[in-house]
């Protein structure tokens, strides 16, 4: 919710231009690599499931600084953390099957996007 907040002040201050040049340049860059993601997550699955429950993931550290980075760029671009959640889950989680992952993503991008709304509404960059 924090990272959405600052989102929100960086996106105010971008020209109309500049914010689509961002949103493109990041969508260009964020479908290709949720698509490398999963090719890595099904190359990887037999030797996860081997090893159990020896990985045991990104500290917590790690998930709040992913945290921070996906509500400012999907403040930012008004779109796009849904598809870095998942890639990120999907690596994060290595034993966590698709559809738990598809769940808690979309849980997960619930505040940011309640945070960056009234951010930007407070901004005055929604028309009511």
Not at 10 to 22: D, E, H, Q
Not at 40 to 47: E, G, I, L, S
Not at 100 to 120: D, E, F, K
Request: glycine fraction near 14%; charged fraction near 5%; proline fraction near 5%.
């Amino acid at each position: 919710m924090l990272g959405a907040r600052q989102g929100v002040r960086i996106a105010s201050k971008l020209s109309t231009a500049a914010s689509g040049a961002i949103f493109n340049g990041l969508s260009v860059i964020m479908i290709p690599t949720h698509f490398a993601v999963q090719h890595y997550r099904r190359a990887h699955a037999v030797a996860d499931a081997d090893a159990g429950s020896g990985r045991s993931g990104p500290a917590i550290a790690g998930h709040v600084a992913f945290g921070y980075f996906q509500g400012v760029s999907s403040a930012v671009m008004g779109v796009g953390g849904l598809p870095m959640a998942m890639s990120y889950l999907t690596l994060a989680c290595p034993t966590l099957p698709h559809h738990l992952v598809q769940g808690t993503a979309m849980a997960s991008v619930v505040p940011g996007i309640l945070a960056s709304g009234a951010a930007h509404l407070v901004a005055g960059n929604v028309p009511y």
